[in-house]
């Protein structure tokens, strides 16, 4: 899946007329049935997760039956490559990812809009430096710098979520400067500084605001991707405990029962795929309203 | 060439003797076959065999006496020979490059060569090869794995008697030698030899032609080849390295390799469905915990004991191998005639708790360190792991990909892999303060257990094999009781490969697929 | 009068950014080496392994000469980049170049595979679902291309797998490592599924920019004239509507064959490719920091040209940005 930056979709579709405000961008988006399907999807999977160690039928790391068996013998869709229950593994399993891809998005969001809104403003060449050093960023792809980070380091949590957040900042801060740059030239902002407001106040309080859309469509889209991020890393091997019942571990452990006992690797990518399937779907909610909000601005 | 027959090694004055083993099929097919597989007829020429092995990459070598990983193995035995072999039973016999290794004293040997045996270039084995392949060996600077072995040997004093005849002096008596002489990395090379990207010239089978270090090897067949009768088969041969074992199966499956090492044994079926065979070996090989007997907590011995106390070794056998193994008992060499068996220790959770609590260590928490350098070593911690916390002990497993490169030897709590070996050669490799991979940091500096050492080279000097096995039961017992080692299995060597392959036996030796279809000599395309 | 400015202000502008991608490429070095140098332990003992006893530990670095102080080997190694002398891999002991060759090869094959099935695919998917809007096709085809969109790669790979190779029929190769030496033209079925999963990863994003772009191309005025003209429907596509619509999707495009490198990663460690991405892994666990050196920079690199054509297109191609230089 290749992320596309919103400031592109938007290029597309320049916002020319006055942001929405968020919570109405929200409740609109929610009248397309898209959005509600992914909130859906989102909701189930989150759902899942918690509860899921709560109603597994075994521990993740009982051994339940003889390796890579088939349905039955107590083990609803068989066991895995150690013998151990499948469905209590992928009860187990959403945890991790979910909790991990939330945090690195969020730490990258914040730290991305702060450096975007900043620069926008600054609009000189503190604008120019910041924007320089997240195009270094940029310059790699974001599995690149996570298999470096995670080689030098180790794989633990607290490393992927530096290098999600890392990779995201640059991204957030293209969009959310991207958004702010026409709302900065505005009067209500030169207004703002002539009364003698705090920066941080215009920063947070009059351009922030104005550029949520924008940025609510590209936070959904890092938060796909982040997850898949996280799923590409333990598929290839790169977790701290190698039995973590991790969806992506799961699939490298399992895939080479495929042929046999297909329900290890099976469960996990059905689950990845509803999972990301459902963010994409929220994202490409609010992105439509926001067009079509502009659309039938603009025809007015 | 000549006909190899029979041999026994002559016991010298000292009376030690060594059965020869069954001579390695020469110039007629053999009739055994790994599971699944029929009577596979007389040996027929040509075909490009293609072997695909795990394990490597970039930092693959060719060196006919140092290896790395399994395909470096794979690469050394297509191309050198050693003086002695092993056996499918591995019983030492003298098919190799030696007529006779025989033990003049304790403190000599004398080795005689085949004569007419040539290398891939044409020209003839002689002493002066040997002599050249000892001294390599035997330099530190070298930096090869048969260094150790070379210990007790006076290798600066060996003697070139004639063409053919060599004489070694030892150092000190150790009866191990012939062992050491069969050992894989303990090849022939000419002299004057260096390793890849030098020119690789052995005695073997296959003669390299083009080698890229992560990717494949491709070896010519040598017409000239001393076993003769027909021998090797292959027109050539190609090693591929692969990356893991799914590639590797699914290549097996399409046809792009004949034949892949290591092969997961929830894959057997799998093969087996689609026609194919897979080979499995009943190996002294094992994977053991190891624990420092001076690290905290393991340097109390309650503490090492309550561990091995936890390990449920049948559910092990089930969940790491599918049953390919056999239990074991915390003791290596199991083909050693001096191996003990009893008592079979099983798992006593309230036993261990009680010593645990002895010791002061009751919800003991405890890293444990693995990685993936053969197949199973992660799956023995993560179940060891889920078997202790029924013991309320807390193990954090850390899957290192920079291992072997840190800290390993340095670790507290760690998992290895061996192959089979026997006791006395097991001992030197992995139980000695100047082992080369002495994990557990064994034996204790004093009391109990702190006689190992000299209780070793009594056993090196005794040539009696029943007093021998008598220290060797000594030896084993202090490792019984108060050792740093949890062996709970010897894990079968299992491999794969296509219905056209012939030849493949099992074999409880080291490497895989039967010693690599002896150095790719004796299978075929049937 | 104002051509000449207007020309003037494309070449400032293309020389500005080429010096900003410079100076981008400069900081990135220096990145790259220090992480790289930072890893930890030796790269003497991670690539001896198990094997490293202090003897043959010994052997190997004096055999690599790792005993240089730090901003001495940064040095080297840039002016060697610089001239074309990438270094000598610590693992494999051959140059990085003759090492590496091959694999660029065989990623570039794939990248171009899955660059010329899905830019053409992308853009007739885009303007033809704009072309009917909101009828059935655009509404079928922009859903699956979302839900295709939102799938990580290695998920389409292995789905791919069990469609085509492994369970549900056996129709391609499950693996597709190219033996060394030969070239990845003489195995086109190995090229199949990794670049359709390459395929499926790009394409969607593509053609919904192109559907976007491609919408608003078609509500502008010159293109109501056109049709008031009485112009075919196929000449307004073709002739008036494609080439404006062009525009951001040059960047998106030169974007994307950027990902498609990051992605190439992913998907060739699945499908067992020979290529840069599978080589990236290896040099990072065995620390062999010249060709991770070498490859980040590259890397690097053809993101930085590719972002620096694609803006450089996307100027010239849209006039309405121009007159902002």
Redesign the interface.
Known sequence: ????AGA??A???PLETPPVRATSLLRRSLRLW?TRIGVGLVVLLVLLAIVGPFVAPYGS???VA???SPPGKGAAFGTD???QDVLSRLLDGGRSILLLAFIATAVGLIAGVVIGLVAAYARNAFDDVLM?GM??I???????LA??AV????AHPWVIIVAIALTTVPRIARVARGAALPVVERDFIACSEAMGVPRWRILFGDLLPNTLGPLMVEASLRM?YS???I??LA?????????DPNWGLM?REN????????WG??LP?IA??LL??G???IG?GIARTA?GIDRSRGAE | MADISRRQLVAGAAGLTIVGGLAAACGSGSTSTGIGGTNPGAPKRGGNFRLGVTGGGSKDIMDGQNIITKPDQARLVSAFETLLLFDENYQLTTNGLAESVTQDNPRQYTIRLRKGIEFQNGKTLTADDVLYSFQRIGTKANGLTGFAATATMDIAGMKKLDTYTVRLPLKSPDATVPQTLASYTFCIVPAGYQAYPHPQIGTGAYKLKSFTPGAQSVHVRNPNYWRGGGKPYFDQVTIVDFSDSTAQVNGLLGGQIDAMTDLPAAQVQVLQSRGMHALVSKTGGWLPLCMAIDIPPFNDVRVRQAMRLLVDRNHMIEQVLSGYGFVGNDLYAPFDPGYLTEPQRNQDISEAKRLLKAAGHQNLNVDLHTTNGAAGMVDVATVFANQAAAAGVKINVHNDPNYYGTQYLKLGFSIDFWGTRSYLNQVQQGSLPNSPYNETHWPPKSGTGSNFISLYNQALATTDLAKRIEIEHEMQTLEYDIGGYIIPFFNDLIDGYSDKVKGLRPSKGTLNLDYFGHGFSSIWFG | MRARFRWGGVSRFIVRRLVLGLVVLFLVSLVVFAATQALPGDPARAILGRSATPTALAALRRHLHLNQPVFSQYWTWLTGLLRGNLGTSLAAQEPVTTLLGPKLVNSAVLVAVSAIVSIPLSIALGSWAALKRDKIFDTVSSNLLLVLAALPEFVVGVVLVILLATIVSQVLPAISTIPPGSRPWNYPSYLVLPALTLVIAVAPYVSRIVRASMIEVLESDYIEMARLKGLPERTVMLRHALPNALGPVFQVIALNLAYLAGGVIVVEYVFNYGGIGSAVQEAVLSHDLPVVQTLAMLIATVYVVLNLLADVATITVTPKLRTQL
Not at chain 1, 235 to 243: D, K
């Open positions: 899946m290749i992320p596309v592109d979709m290029a597309a579709a898209r790391g009982t051994f003889a390796p890579n490559y150690l013998g320089r195009d270094v940029m310059a790699f792809p974001q599995i690149m298999l470096v080689a030098v380091v180790g796909t997850i898949g991020l799923a590409a598929y290839i091997g790169l977790t701290i405990n190698p039995n699939i895939q080479i029962a495929l042929t046999f006992q297909p690797a099976v990518i990845i795929a990301t399937m963010t994409g779907l490409d067009a």
